[in-house]
């Protein structure tokens, strides 16, 4: 049995809210999101937080003591960002020069670790509350970095608060503040000022030549990562690269490791030196640091989940399209080498995050009282949380999870920037797709199956002059789609199978030097498509059946080039 942290006496704090077990509403909004308020800097305007209804102890089919008052804290802090004593118990800045919202400090460093190998004073020691950086990257590229991180813990400390070493010392220093209180004056003539026991310690390298350079002896592989968090050390290590460098702010890679970084140490973790999920339950481990790669910071709050996360695009195409779903039971028996072992790794870290997300943001609150349960126990944290350990049937619910409607998109807006996003075989129509915000950074839009036209297509990405994949297999697709696709130059994969598209709209496709897949499958195309298709210098494959080209037609474009895969499915 785990035992809580908290004196039992203080279990008696009133719930801030109530709401129906296993139902995150309002009203008729859903919500697949979960919401946190942000540091604000002391100037900063005052603004109401107590609308959001979507905070992460909502998210929690039952209450757990001092989670319901911290986030008071945190709205009262945004409702007077310039009051000392909330700003003093976040360990916040009091200055309101050049409008911080962090406290960071940076001196030439002398005190990095000695297998760094770093020499005295001639890298940075950038600290926060809560973080040391050591870093080799420009003082401008240093303080992003550090301060991203900071605002990355807080949102932390409020999503698994239950987890949080701190927990305790919050729960204690607000058992005494009654529920209509002024949080501002009750600090006032109850000063306090949270304390960890360390801080974090992060390496940020100058770029990626450094970062391969210097821990590609020591670990294989590196080369292919952009961020490592390293659980003998205990400390992440990331690069800042260059602005032409793709990875130059991989932000979803720090989520990621800090992730990793914070449940071993800003948790009161009874690890030690063993690994979390040495035997089984491994997925959990690196299904909640993917589930954290969501993490959307606004101007005020921070959202994590929801149904536009990156992740949650591949999985809807490999769920809903291509009908692989893993039990739950199959992910959660794998340890971690018995994970790092499988032959299909890619697959199972893909549903290893989905699964996540379905535990997290599903309707069904109990869920994450599980899953908050499972990671307490992976990384030995002595806290009593409520719910069972018994692995809750949601198999059934995946997919239903993934196949988001109109109402859930428009009670949903999309607030971060699409680079990928896919709907196939959703319940999505023109009227809810209207409700997406046009995105100019799509590389992959999937469609398929959506009672849409080339009209919604347009509107959703005005210019897809980045866009390399594209399907809108067995939508209501026809010529019109011709002018839109004469903006697409870098397209690499396309889908227009079961779609009204003419001639004119193949020889279009031309344009696109790329090219290398086009279905075509069940389009009322011709034998004039041919020779537009066969000057398609990079196309691999094409799938001509069930449309009007003729034999003689296949055999002119076997003739012309005879190394393009023809055909390449059976149809029933």
């Not at 008052?69 to 960002?81: I, S």
């Not at 010392?169 to 004056?185: F, K, N, R």
């Not at 800090?258 to 800003?266: I, P």
Request: negative net charge; contains cysteine.
């Amino acid at each position: 049995m785990l035992r809580f942290c908290v004196p039992a006496c203080l279990v008696a704090i009133a719930f801030a809210a109530t709401l129906s077990v296993g139902v995150v509403q309002a009203a008729d909004r859903v919500f697949d999101r979960t919401a946190c308020l942000l540091p604000l800097a002391a100037d900063a305007q005052p603004r109401d937080a107590s609308t959001i209804l979507n905070t992460p102890e909502l998210r929690f089919a039952d209450p757990i003591p001092g989670w319901s008052n911290y986030l008071r804290v945190w709205r009262a802090h945004h409702a007077d960002p310039t009051n000392a004593d909330i700003r003093r118990f976040l360990t916040l800045p009091l200055s309101t020069a050049d409008g911080n919202t962090v406290a960071i400090r940076s001196i030439r460093g002398r005190s990095a670790p000695s297998w760094i190998g770093w020499r005295a004073g001639t890298y940075q020691q950038i600290d926060t509350p809560h973080l040391t950086v050591y870093s080799h990257a420009d003082a401008a590229s240093g303080r992003r970095v550090a301060e991203d991180l900071e605002r990355c813990y807080w949102v932390w400390t409020q999503m698994f608060f239950p987890l949080w070493e701190a927990s305790g010392q919050v729960t204690a220093a607000l058992s005494g503040m009654p529920p209509d209180a002024d949080v501002g004056e009750y600090l006032q003539n109850n000063p306090k000022r949270l304390t960890v026991r360390r801080k974090l310690r992060v390496v940020l390298f100058r770029d990626a030549a450094e970062y391969q350079q210097t821990l590609g002896q020591v670990i294989p592989g590196i080369e292919r990562s952009t961020g490592f968090y390293n659980d003998e050390r205990q400390t992440a290590f990331f690069f800042a690269g260059s602005i032409q460098d793709e990875h130059a702010d991989d932000a979803a890679t720090r989520r990621h490791e800090m992730v990793h970084q914070l449940f071993r140490e800003a948790t009161r973790s009874g690890l030690g030196g063993d690994m979390p999920g040495e035997q089984a339950g491994f997925w959990l481990v690196e299904g909640i640091a993917g589930y954290c790669e969501s993490l959307h910071f606004g101007s005020h709050e921070a959202t994590v989940g929801g149904w536009d996360s990156p992740r949650l695009q591949f999985a809807r195409f490999r769920s809903l399209v291509n009908q692989d779903v893993m039990p739950i039971r199959e992910l959660a028996a794998d340890g971690r080498v018995a994970a790092q072992q499988r032959d299909d790794l890619a697959r199972w870290y893909a549903h290893a995050i989905a699964q996540t997300h379905h535990l997290m943001d599903s309707s069904v609150t109990t869920n994450r009282q599980w899953l908050y349960r499972q990671l307490a126990s992976l990384y030995r944290v002595r806290v009593e949380l409520p719910g069972s350990d018994e692995l809750p049937d949601v198999d059934a619910g995946f997919v239903r999870f993934l196949r988001v409607d109109d109402a859930l998109l428009a009670a949903n807006p999309v607030k971060r920037p699409l680079r990928q996003l896919c709907l196939a075989q959703c319940d999505v129509t023109g009227e809810g797709l209207a409700t997406v915000p046009p995105s100019q950074q799509l590389n992959w839009l999937d469609l398929s199956r959506l009672p849409i036209d080339a009209h919604d297509v347009a509107r959703i990405l005005p210019a897809p002059t980045l866009l390399t994949q594209l399907s809108l297999e067995a939508t209501r697709t026809d010529e019109s789609i011709r002018d839109w696709l004469t903006q697409a130059r870098r397209l690499e994969e396309v889908d227009l199978s079961f779609t009204r598209i003419n001639d004119d709209v193949v020889d279009t496709l031309g344009a696109s030097a790329d090219l290398q897949v086009l279905w075509l499958t069940g389009c009322p195309i011709t034998d004039r498509s041919i020779s537009s298709i066969a000057k398609m210098k990079r196309l691999q494959s094409v799938d001509l059946q069930r449309t009007q080209v003729s034999e003689a037609g296949l055999d002119q474009l076997r003739r012309s080039r005879p190394d393009l895969n023809i055909n390449p499915l059976t149809l029933r």
